[in-house]
């Protein structure tokens, strides 16, 4: 069984970065999209960020279009960085692995996902 292994996050002011790292157990990444997402209290899980497995396509959500990056390398590890921070960004954030995945149609949706991180909070004041 694949873990992931969230790190990062914490507290920031608003306009500042952070930087989320994901780690798998496992060199996986060669053959799994990754994707972030995330969840604030009272809300569903949304897409935030994802990668395909090739690691040629990358896809975000329109609120964090030109602010967050996602980046992969081709063994077990991951990274969204986060610039230009929002208090409406504050959420739990998940990064996840699919295998094979591509597309956004796919990508966007987390039953697209195999594994699952364990979460990390991030928080924005204003």
């Known amino acids: 069984q694949v873990q992931l292994v969230q790190s990062g996050g914490g507290l920031v002011q608003a306009g500042g970065s952070l930087r989320l790292s994901c780690a798998a157990s496992?060199?996986?990444?060669?053959?799994?999209?990754v994707g972030w997402f995330r969840q604030a209290p009272g809300k569903e899980r949304e897409f935030v960020a994802a990668i395909s497995w090739t690691g040629g396509n990358t896809y975000y959500a329109d609120s964090v279009k030109g602010r967050f990056t996602i980046s992969r390398d081709n063994a077990k590890n991951s990274e969204l960085q986060m610039n230009s921070l929002k208090p409406e960004d504050t959420a739990v954030y998940y990064c996840?692995?699919?295998?094979?995945?591509?597309?956004?149609?796919?990508?966007?949706?987390?039953?697209?996902?195999?594994?699952w991180g364990q979460g990390t909070q991030v928080t924005v004041s204003s």
């Open positions: 496992a060199r996986i990444f060669s053959s799994y999209a």
């Open positions: 996840a692995a699919g295998l094979y995945g591509s597309g956004f149609g796919t990508l966007e949706r987390p039953d697209a996902y195999n594994y």
